[in-house]
């Protein structure tokens, strides 16, 4: 073993390193030089044979000619794999404009996220919800509320009658005020939110046979209408928006007294006028009104000592102002496309 | 309501502009539907003078008639009229005229001759004028005089919606400019004077509880009298027909004071007067042209021999007055108004009369309409004699509530003094009386305090009063458990893929049917349905759900999730007739897709129905049955259980012969009955993950036909292992040999890893206890 033959080693394994052409055969060429039975490995088992001194310089070119090995393999490995990669990397190419695929998310439906809307903005103002049956007793639905059978008021709400005798589809969801009267049995203060279906012998573009309504009732010594007039003006900010405006107007119901009718900016024109709001620049929203004496005493409670107020929204008419919708027949069409539409953001987290 | 803006000044002169008007009437609660200009098609129809007359020369029923226009512009038209004669004042409207029935006038050419515009009759102006062709006006207005000026000017008439409290007393223009003078601090003439009756006995009441009060006065006339004009041209302005004079005045005396009188041909009516009931089975030809079966609920007006009108509601044609009628004998009465409004809803007859008696009147007006009426008569000229007259029942006392202006304010909220809350009353008509407010005659709608309170806050404005916020201790609003549940799983279903979708309450027993469902005799059938699809209240949400993926479908191929959670109703429980169910529907069609098709899976809904129970707790157990409710697959179909062992739904697939009804080939479905009580209470067990690495073993057995996966899972939970954490199928193929399934046993320990061995050891414990179910090992 001599030292030229062991300095044309590093020239023969640089040139086979670089004759392989893929990881495999590099593996097999670093097999020869560093495996078991290479001939790097072997040189150095052989160099107990030597003598002490040959043993010295043949062992630091051995080493040399080891470390070399070793730098010139991870090199050469190094640059394969990227090589590799590079190579893969092209293979793989893919069009990346293709469609993606949507997560099969679900939805709740407009009027659900609406009901929620209002609902979480009286939670805030510590009404607590209440619920009372579709299939009502006439009296809740019409006598405690002081629409006795043969009043003019029973010519505005034409309902839908069943064949259970004395029971009615609610016209509304008040009878929940009587109700809530009821079960709260002279507590005061009493500060409910009732929202539900309710049903009308009603069907064209803005009126459905059923629909959703929220109804509120407080009572306490001393609530006014001023105090309505500053809930009602909470709760529009709240759902419509600091910008918006709101109006009262004197309105009859047989069970408030007075009552009132809010109206907010129209949201067409926003206050201009336009066909929406016949030229008035304001739309309707909901009836009030200070709970009549004879209500309250139908629930049981005082008109010589207590009054309240209460009002009525429809859920639907909300939601098409804050959706943005121009018949009301859509929301209970179910039509996924019209759905699909309330998937994107809406700009309000809360809804 | 029509509201004329010149018939309102009758009352208040000083009214300021119509769009004042409007906006007050506004705030005091009267809904303006509309505000428009009236007259202004008369516009361009102006007063001319005939200068010559001489007869077509190719039509003898023709004249060439000229006229001299303003600054003596002469024009010639040809006419067809028998009258107009030179030196006549007539009405002429030029071509480009748009008439009132619609017409545009040209210039035509008749029998040769050209004739631009028109010489116009009353009729074709839209008034009455007595039997004349062209309209000869007497006035003495210049040459040149818009018909308009004669009318007055424009108008403004006012649609206007009315609440049924303004309805007992606003339908009429006194009542009207009464709150618009109050509300503007302008004088306001009441323009009422009394009638004196007679003492002649003329008629009899029967019912005086229907009846209180019953007036009746005979006026002589002229024969062949005109409508004064002023008088037609309100009427015209409100959108009433002119009919004949004797009419006319009631039509104006209704609207100016709101009191329907009648008038009947006293020489039609035999004997004296009779207010009664009508007898079952009496027969009335009212004036709409019809013939009325009445019964004893109705209540006549009758002479001696017959019913002579439908009271408060319509006249009957034997009695009506015409053009020869000389002796009126005017009805002016005071009825129970919920007896009118019943005849008036029984007979569908919502006439002027019946829509205001229906709602009530002012009693005091049995006494003063009838001198308006006089009034009017003697105006025209063709009053000859005040006849005998009688009036039965007595004006009632007018009405008093205590005043108590406090209550006032604290219902209101506001800090208005004694003397403004009485001044706004006393604007309104009310007045200050010994023992309270005096309430004006007319408003039987007022009864306490919280209706003055209504009043003066109406008259101010809402807008004064100061919104402010209640004052109460403070306690979080309360959700209710029950539907803060039903909420959740609203949600979790939201978050599964699934579209909440609502549904009408009405089915018909068709559509059951046509879903495979048999209707129950425990359904509540809608008495007065808006259609034949909408019958009986939903005894199941599947129907609409199934007929919303068809609608869906019939538009466009996509496949579907829905779910419902709402009501469905029964008359089984006694005093609650209604449950919340939940309903999920999924069409099961693979569809097409890059790079892999989306195809829906049966066990996808059953996963989201174990997902769900676990997440929300629901109690639920279920189990695979041969049979069910008749319209699901008895194939593919599990019962679901509440926790004490009772049916309270099923999941599995339509029968596919019914899904194809709903354009879908496959139906995935799944329907439960709600419970009430929120989910089970469940501990909280969250356990530290494992920190060993698992062992996962895949084993292909085959499997005999009628083994389900439910008991090799038993078996698998009978070894008892600690390390077994899962078996999963994850593989299946069919092949001559029969069922062979791949599963994946998971194995893993809480404090060691495991060796080799001890999985073995389970995998041959497990093989051996399915051997004897015929299970093999697949070679």
Redesign the interface.
């Known amino acids: 073993m001599d030292a030229q033959r062991l300095d044309s080693w590093k020239d023969e394994m640089t040139r086979e390193v670089m004759k392989a052409e893929s990881l495999t055969e590099l593996q097999t060429v670093r097999h020869q030089w560093l495996g078991r039975k290479g001939k790097i490995t072997n040189a150095m088992k052989g160099l107990s044979s030597l003598s002490i001194e040959d043993r010295r310089t043949v062992g630091q070119q051995l080493n040399g000619i080891r470390e070399y090995a070793l730098d010139l393999f991870a090199q050469r490995e190094q640059e394969m794999e990227l090589q590799e990669e590079t190579r893969q990397l092209q293979e793989e190419v893919y069009d990346m404009t293709l469609p993606g695929l949507w997560p099969d998310v679900g939805l709740l439906h407009p009027i659900t996220r609406t009901r929620r809307l209002i609902e979480d903005v009286f939670l805030r103002m510590g009404f607590s919800l209440e619920y009372g049956p579709e299939v009502e007793d006439e009296w809740y639905n019409f006598e405690a509320l002081n629409i006795p059978a043969d009043h003019p008021a029973r010519d505005m709400q034409d309902s839908f009658f069943i064949d259970l005798p004395g029971m009615v589809l609610r016209t509304h969801t008040s009878p929940v005020q009587i109700r809530a009267m009821k079960k709260y049995d002279g507590a005061l203060p009493v500060r409910i939110l009732a929202p539900g279906r309710a049903f009308r012998r009603d069907d064209d573009a803005t009126h459905v046979p059923m629909f959703f309504q929220v109804e509120a009732l407080v009572i306490d010594r001393g609530i006014s209408l001023a105090d309505l007039k500053g809930t009602l003006n909470i709760m529009a900010h709240e759902l419509l928006g600091d910008g918006i405006k709101t109006r009262f107007r004197p309105s009859y119901f047989p069970f408030t007294e007075p009552s009132m009718e809010m109206d907010v900016t129209c949201a067409s024109c926003r206050g201009a006028g336009c066909r929406v709001c016949k030229e008035t620049g304001w739309v309707e929203i909901l009836g009030s009104g200070m709970v009549h004496p004879q209500v309250l005493k139908n629930g049981g409670y005082d008109p010589l000592t207590v009054s309240g107020f209460a009002f009525g929204l429809g859920i639907e008419r909300l939601t098409m102002r804050i959706f943005g919708i121009d018949d009301l027949r859509l929301l209970y069409q179910n039509d996924m496309e019209f759905l699909s539409q309330f998937q994107p953001y809406t700009g309000r987290p809360g809804l | 309501m029509i509201a004329s803006y010149r018939w309102l000044q009758r009352f208040v002169p000083e009214l300021p502009s119509p769009d004042v008007v409007g906006e007050k009437l506004?705030?005091?609660?009267w809904?303006v539907?509309?505000k428009k200009p009236w007259g202004l098609w008369y516009e361009p129809v102006e007063l001319v003078e005939i200068t010559k007359r001489v007869k077509h020369p190719h039509a003898d029923h023709l004249s060439l008639i000229t006229v001299r226009r303003r600054d003596n512009v002469l024009t010639t038209v040809v006419s067809g009229a028998s009258n107009g004669f030179a030196g006549d004042r007539v009405w002429y409207a030029q071509p480009g005229t748009r008439l009132i029935d619609g017409r545009i006038l040209e210039t035509v050419t008749m029998r040769g001759i050209d004739s631009p515009g028109m010489l116009l009759s009353a009729h074709e102006l839209g008034f009455e004028a007595g039997p004349q062709d062209l309209w000869i006006w007497d006035g003495d207005q210049p040459l040149g005089t818009h018909f308009l000026d004669v009318l007055g000017g424009m108008d403004t008439v006012f649609e206007l919606e009315l609440?049924?409290?303004?309805?007992i007393f606003g339908q009429n223009m006194r009542a009207l400019s009464r709150e618009l003078a109050a509300s503007l601090s302008l004088p306001w003439n009441s323009r009422s004077t009394e009638f004196s009756y007679g003492r002649v006995p003329m008629a009899n009441v029967i019912d005086a509880q229907a009846c209180p009060i019953y007036g009746l006065a005979e006026f002589r006339i002229k024969p062949d009298a005109v409508t004064p004009l002023w008088i037609q041209i309100l009427l015209k302005s409100i959108g009433q027909r002119l009919i004949h004079p004797a009419v006319d005045l009631t039509n104006f005396v209704l609207w100016d004071i709101g009191q329907p009188l009648h008038a009947f041909d006293a020489d039609k009516v035999d004997g004296k007067i009779e207010v009664r009931n009508a007898v079952d089975g009496e027969v009335l030809a009212t004036l709409d042209g019809s013939e009325r079966t009445l019964s004893s609920y109705d209540l006549v007006i009758a002479d001696q021999n017959r019913a002579l009108a439908l009271a408060g509601v319509m006249g009957g044609s034997g009695s009506a007055v015409s053009l020869e009628t000389t002796r009126i004998l005017l009805e002016s009465a005071h009825f129970d108004a919920?007896r009118i409004?019943?005849t008036m809803r029984r007979h569908q007859i919502y006439s002027d009369a019946a829509l205001h008696f229906?709602?009530g009147t002012d009693p005091h007006a049995v006494v003063t309409a009838p001198a308006q009426y006089q009034n009017l008569l003697a105006e025209m000229g063709i009053l000859e004699e005040i006849g005998p007259s009688q009036m039965i029942g007595i004006i009632p006392p007018s009405r008093q509530v205590p005043f108590n202006p406090q209550g006032i304010r604290?219902?209101?909220?506001?800090g208005w003094s004694d003397e403004r809350i009485l001044d706004g009353l006393e604007r309104l008509g009310f007045e200050k009386g010994e023992t309270g407010i005096v309430i004006p005659s007319d408003r039987h709608d007022v009864e306490?305090t919280?209706?003055l309170?209504?009043e003066v806050?109406?008259l101010y404005g809402?807008?004064e009063?100061?919104?402010?916020?209640?004052v109460?201790?403070?306690?979080?609003?309360?959700?209710?458990t029950r539907?803060s549940y039903q909420?959740l799983i609203?949600?979790s279903?939201?978050?599964?893929?699934?579209?909440?979708?609502?549904?009408?309450?009405?089915t018909s027993p068709s559509r059951i049917q046509r879903a495979g469902m048999r209707p129950s005799p425990d359904v509540?059938?809608?008495?007065?349905?808006?259609r034949d699809e909408?019958t009986l209240?939903r005894p199941s949400l599947l129907p609409g759900m199934l007929e919303?993926l068809e609608?869906?479908r019939a538009?466009?191929d996509?496949s579907?999730?829905?779910?419902e959670l709402a009501?469905v109703?029964t008359?089984e429980t006694p005093d609650?007739?209604?449950y919340d169910e939940l309903t999920v529907v999924r069409t099961l069609e693979a569809r097409k897709?890059?790079p892999r098709p989306d195809s829906p899976h049966l066990l996808e809904l059953k996963g989201t129905l174990e997902w769900l129970n676990q997440k929300c707790g629901m109690g639920l157990s279920w189990k695979q049955v041969p049979s069910g409710p008749e319209f699901m697959h008895p194939g593919r179909l599990l019962a679901i259980y509440r926790r004490d062992g009772s049916v309270v739904g099923y999941l599995g697939e339509v029968r596919p012969r019914i899904a194809q009804r709903y354009h879908a080939k496959r139906i995935g479905v799944w329907f439960m009955r709600i419970s009430d009580d929120p989910g089970v209470e469940i501990a909280s067990r969250i356990r530290r993950p494992m920190r060993y690495p698992e062992v996962v073993r895949d084993l292909s057995l085959i499997v005999p036909q009628g083994v389900s996966y439910q008991t090799i899972w038993e078996i698998s939970h009978q070894l008892q292992s600690s390390i077994l954490q899962s078996l999963t199928p994850i593989d299946h193929y069919r092949g001559d040999f029969g069922h062979s399934w791949t599963f994946r046993l998971v194995f893993q320990s809480e404090d060691k890893t495991l060796t080799d061995e001890e999985v073995e050891r389970v995998i041959q414990q497990f093989l051996q206890l399915t051997q004897d179910l015929g299970v093999t090992m697949r070679q």
């Open positions: 506004t705030q005091l609660g809904e539907v509309s609440t049924p409290n303004l309805a919920q409004f019943q229906g709602k604290q219902l209101l909220g506001v306490g919280p209706d309170a209504e806050a109406r809402l807008d009063i100061e919104p402010r916020m209640f109460v201790s403070a306690s979080p609003g309360r959700p209710s539907v909420e609203r949600n279903l939201a978050a599964a893929g699934y579209w909440e979708v609502i549904t009408r309450s009405f509540i059938n809608v008495v007065n349905p808006l909408e209240l919303t609608s869906n538009r466009r996509i579907l999730s829905l779910f009501p109703y008359r609650f007739w209604q897709r890059y």
